[in-house]
């Protein structure tokens, strides 16, 4: 028994030395060592080839070599040179890989972390191997991560910043300039937190290498409305994965996007008017509307594709009503004859419209037949009824009702009886999107203190299960007015289109 004892004692002290080693080596993983702008690195994450980080002060440059099966999923691994800061930051650099690489999505990032854990949540601007560039992001400690890929592929500088919680990728081409390349994501990360460069070779048995050069991490001008540029970005998400693809940038207000029914086209307003531009990018291109040059951003397509309907505050006091016209553009043919009007809805058999209308001092929503005519009154109650829209069986209208005393998104035969609430949430919810299948629901989310549907606030896109009334987040963004009032889903129902906002102080895009 006494031998037994020493054999055992034995045992136990030698696992205790192994563990006692293996936390000392991962402390000494991540030990201060300043290597130029960075107080340390280390690898993140499990790893079977060690990295490394080699600093010439005479270029200024960092050439990190880094293995690691992914930076992915729920977890990274990846070798990491970081710098542990406070507030609002921006960390800007050249990256060039050496080598023909193994994969072609092994990863160079710039990345803003809260913590060295593998599973910490991040937002970080990765270059791949292909060229595909894009903002990945894990909101929450052990949370999947997803991206938003940019629009500009193997850019020649790259830069993230931090303002409040919002991260953004900003790319430059030859010139030098920068310009905002993604939507935004809203992360809540405690202070101080690490930011850094860093490699993954995305093949665990392979060690990468990249050049990090002209390395530049400065704390960010915060962004006032006042001395700010608001920035537009058109964005394409995927409802399986969540993550999003930004399709075009502008620095000024856009709004509300439609996806034409051949799935290759989408259509918003800007300053007034109607344009069309390539689900894949490229330039927009303005739409005839006629005397019609004041458009809101309450407009939609025919379930045929052959007419659009706007609704335009050109005439008669530049109150809103309701026109059509033809796809491809032209004369506008007027519908509602009373105003304000606002459109919302095209009945699935393409012979009616659902609209708003401010009559007597109250918001309620009403239909109307599509050649014209008199419209219906559909809802009587107090307060504001709002973004009416059909399912695709045409039985059911969904919208949104403050009549609760907050909004929230209620639902009613489309003749107007049995009407239902379906969201009974504490926050604020709008313009509700039924899916081509009629099986899931999208619409956007203001906090509980928010009143009406103002622009410029922290808003998420949340999607509903209709079948089981399972209400799940797809995105958390800066937008509100404009980002999603009317339908934009596309054709297949995999994805939908929306506008996210970004204000970015006055200079903002330099070198």
């Known amino acids: ?12 002290a030698g696992t205790l030395a192994l563990v006692c080693a293996a936390q000392n080596s991962a402390r000494a993983q991540h030990s ?13 994450g499990n790893v079977l080839h060690a990295g490394s980080v080699e600093y010439d002060a005479a270029e200024r440059s960092y050439t990190i ?3 690691g099966e992914n930076m992915w999923f729920a977890s990274d691994a990846f070798q990491f040179a970081w710098k542990k800061v406070s507030g609002d930051v921006t960390l800007t650099a050249d990256i ?11 990863k160079a990032v710039l990345m803003i972390r809260q913590s060295l854990e593998a599973d910490a949540p991040y937002a970080d601007v990765a270059l791949h191997g292909s060229g595909l560039t894009s903002l990945q992001y894990r909101e929450e400690k052990g949370a999947v991560t997803h991206e938003i890929q940019a629009n500009i592929s193997a850019p020649a500088r790259l830069r993230i910043e931090k303002r409040g919680a919002y991260f953004s990728l900003w790319l430059a081409e030859e010139k030098g300039e920068f310009h905002l390349a993604s939507g935004s994501t809203r992360i809540a990360l405690k202070e101080p937190f690490y930011v850094g460069i860093g490699v993954c070779s995305h093949d665990k048995d392979v060690v990468e290498r990249a050049v990090f050069s002209n390395v530049d991490l400065k704390a960010a001008e915060p962004a006032a409305i006042a001395a700010s540029t608001v920035y537009s970005t058109l964005e394409i998400i995927t409802v399986a994965s969540t993550d999003r693809r930004a399709i075009y940038i502008a620095p000024e207000r856009f709004e509300a996007p439609n996806w034409m029914p051949d799935g290759k086209t989408l259509l918003f307003n800007r300053n007034g008017r109607i344009e069309k531009i390539p689900a894949t990018g490229r330039t927009p291109q303005i739409l005839d509307t006629g005397f019609a040059t004041r458009c809101n951003n309450d407009h939609g397509i025919s379930p ?10 050109s005439q008669e006091e530049h109150r809103s009503l309701v026109y059509i016209v033809p796809i491809g553009g032209g004369t506008p043919r007027r519908i509602t004859q009373k105003s ?15 609209f708003v209308g401010e009559r007597n001092g109250d918001f309620d929503i009403y ?3 599509a050649a014209g005519g008199e419209e219906a009154q559909l809802t009587t109650a107090k307060g504001l009824d709002d973004g009416p829209e059909y399912t695709p069986d045409g039985k059911y209208i969904y919208f949104n009702s403050e009549r609760t005393g907050h909004m929230q998104i209620w639902r009613m035969r489309a003749d107007g009886s049995e009407q239902e609430q379906v969201t009974f949430g504490e926050d604020n919810d709008w313009f509700p999107h039924i899916s081509p299948d009629g099986q899931q629901m999208v619409f956007v989310t203001y906090d509980a203190s928010v009143k009406g549907h103002p622009e410029n606030k922290d808003v998420m896109l949340r999607m509903m299960t209709l079948k089981d009334k399972k209400i799940t987040v797809l995105a958390k963004l800066f937008g509100g007015q404009g980002t999603m009032n009317v339908p934009s889903w596309s054709p297949d129902g995999k994805q939908f289109a929306f506008v996210s906002y970004q204000l970015v102080p006055s200079g903002n895009a330099a070198k």
Do not use: C
Request: positive net charge; glycine residues 14%; without cysteine.
């Open 32 to 44: 201060p060592t300043r290597t130029g702008t960075f107080e340390g690195h280390g690898d993140v």
């Open 96 to 106: 060039s890989f050496l080598g023909k690489g193994v994969n072609e999505h092994r």
């Open 367 to 369: 239909a109307i037949p």
């Open 1 to 12: 028994m006494f031998r037994r004892k020493i054999v055992w004692f034995t045992a136990l």
């Open 304 to 313: 045929d594709g052959t007419q659009l309907v706007i609704s335009d505050n």
């Open 65 to 67: 070599a880094g293995s």
């Open 340 to 354: 304000p009007s606002y459109w919302h809805g095209w009945s699935p058999d393409g012979k009616t419209l659902a």
